[in-house]
């Protein structure tokens, strides 16, 4: 099984600023990687897959990039609707489908 | 529009059964795959098991395999998901989620349906 670690755990952010959050796999999944983000009592949404593609109407701020181990997921001027819980998810090896455990995006 | 509602959720005891439901609606059921996703209450994202667009194939996460089986009804644009031998670590939100592109990618999800397994 790949094991998905992300990093921080929670990352405090004033609003306008950058914000990069990391994703790391246990072994290389190349370019297999998506990106979520999970509203309080809201289901997730679809961000990025294939490590860098945005989601269809996801904006121009986020962007992702990596590939193997390492991924990043950067939001470029953090917005007010942006302060959620942000998920990767490999899917180069499966099953079982893996996720990080999250990072926090919290308002600073 | 795309539209997946969940149904079937509730408290059930440990060692019972529940079977969950995923309507879906708004695009063409059977072109695409479809999975379930779970989520204990305060923690992060679980796939629990996914279903190709005939049903054909089926996969599964270690720790429900043998006791959830998912299974999937084209002609009722239907999705379910049969819970037997229930435990207390099952208890979680889970979601219905479609795969549009790639078939472990999930483009679209539910709103959720809460399980909740205790005595």
Do not use: H
Not at chain 1, 33 to 44: R, S
Not at chain 1, 58 to 65: D, Q
Not at chain 2, 73 to 86: P, V
Not at chain 2, 89 to 97: G, I, K, L, R, S
């Amino acid at each position: 099984e790949i094991v998905m670690t992300q990093s921080p755990a929670t990352l405090s952010v004033s609003p306008g600023e950058r914000a990069t959050l990391s994703c790391r796999a246990s072994q290389s999944v190349s370019s297999n990687l998506a990106w979520y983000q999970q509203k309080p009592g809201q289901a997730p949404r679809l961000l990025i897959s294939g490590a860098s593609t945005r989601a269809t109407g996801i904006p121009a701020r986020f962007s992702g990039s990596g590939s193997g181990t390492e991924f990043t997921l950067t939001i470029s001027s953090l917005q007010s609707e942006d302060f959620a819980v942000y998920y990767c998810q490999q899917y180069n090896n499966w099953p079982p489908l893996t996720f990080g455990g999250g990072t926090k995006v919290e308002i600073k | 529009e795309v539209q997946l509602v969940e149904s079937g959720g509730g408290l059930v005891q440990p060692g019972g059964s529940l079977r969950l439901a995923c309507a879906a609606s708004g695009f063409t059921f059977s072109s695409y795959w479809m999975s379930w996703v779970r989520q204990a209450p305060g923690k992060g994202l679980e796939w629990v098991a996914n279903i190709k667009q005939d049903g054909s194939e089926k996969s599964y996460v270690g720790s429900v395999e043998g006791r959830f089986t998912i299974s999937r009804d084209n002609a009722k644009n239907s999705l379910y998901l049969q819970m037997n031998s229930l435990r207390a670590e099952d208890t979680a939100v889970y979601y219905c989620a479609l795969s549009i592109g790639a078939p472990e990618v999930f483009d679209i999800w539910g709103q959720g349906t809460m399980v909740t397994v205790s005595s």
